[in-house]
């Protein structure tokens, strides 16, 4: 609790579009404010004004690229400075890179890793202990279906989904009986602008459907707040991540290789 009025408040990074929107939208609704996190200074203005007015939510705005190594350092000591215990930490920013591993671009495989895997970490290792000294927190790492097999033409994309995945289970057992939790949301294909970006909506994968950012967000909430260690959205998706148990992985490794190539 951070102050008289018994609110909570909840980090939230990449909230300017797709699934970070809709989770600040959700846990406004719930009745927590919200510290937001992304580059856009402009779209996180502006989901500010609609926080504060539709759900009367504090809101503060930090706008930060978590390519660069001291973006996570710099967003602990701002929500410091405001005087605020975050009961909630969405680790949800991140990007993929498309194409043919030696073919990319170096510089944006290795900020993708920076912001899906270090700056994910580093947030985690700052405000973990807070959290645990108070005896309550949850956590949110936004993995991905991607987290479960290789992805040739995704590599590095699906690598660093594979740490979250991991990361994120080992920790929730060592935070056992702490009063924080660890939950890894691991979406599949989902509307959100995500495949734009990476520069892959050819791709055979996303012909089957796609869940929206906002259904993913409803359903990655309620398993925040139970605790849900794994929370995959979707039936087909949780099907999905059965095959690489069942298969030899250079058969799954070929197959998602097909599916993420082009038509």
Do not use: W
């Amino acid at each position: 609790m951070n102050d008289a009025h018994n609110t909570h408040t909840a980090l939230v990074t990449g909230a300017s579009g797709g699934i970070g929107l809709e989770l600040a939208r959700k846990l406004a609704e719930e009745g927590y404010d919200l510290v937001l996190v992304a580059r856009s200074a402009d779209k996180l203005e502006a989901l500010a004004v609609e926080l504060r007015e539709q759900h009367g939510r504090n809101v503060i705005v930090i706008a930060s690229d978590l390519s660069r190594p001291e973006a996570p350092e710099e967003i602990v000591r701002t929500v410091a400075e405001a005087g605020l215990a975050l009961d909630v930490l969405v680790n949800n920013a991140g990007f993929a890179n498309y194409g043919r591993f030696h073919e990319n671009d170096r510089r944006r495989e290795l900020d993708m890793i920076q912001v899906n895997v270090t700056a994910l970490t580093h947030l985690t290792h700052l405000l973990l202990p807070g959290m645990v000294e108070r005896g309550s927190g949850r956590i949110m790492n936004v993995a991905s279906t991607a987290a479960f097999q290789p992805g040739p033409l995704m590599a590095g994309y699906f690598a660093t989904k594979a740490f979250v995945l991991h990361f994120s289970e080992a920790i929730a057992t060592e935070l056992s009986g702490t009063g924080v939790t660890v939950t890894a949301l691991c979406p599949g294909p989902t509307s959100s602008g995500f495949q734009e970006r990476a520069e892959m909506e050819n791709a055979k994968l996303l012909k089957y459907g796609m869940m929206s950012s906002r259904s993913v967000a409803e359903y990655g909430y309620r398993a925040l707040m139970r605790g849900t260690r794994v929370a995959i959205p979707g039936f087909s998706n949780r099907l999905g991540t059965l095959a690489p148990r069942l298969l030899p992985r250079k058969i799954i490794a070929k197959l998602v290789g097909n599916l993420q190539d082009s038509e």
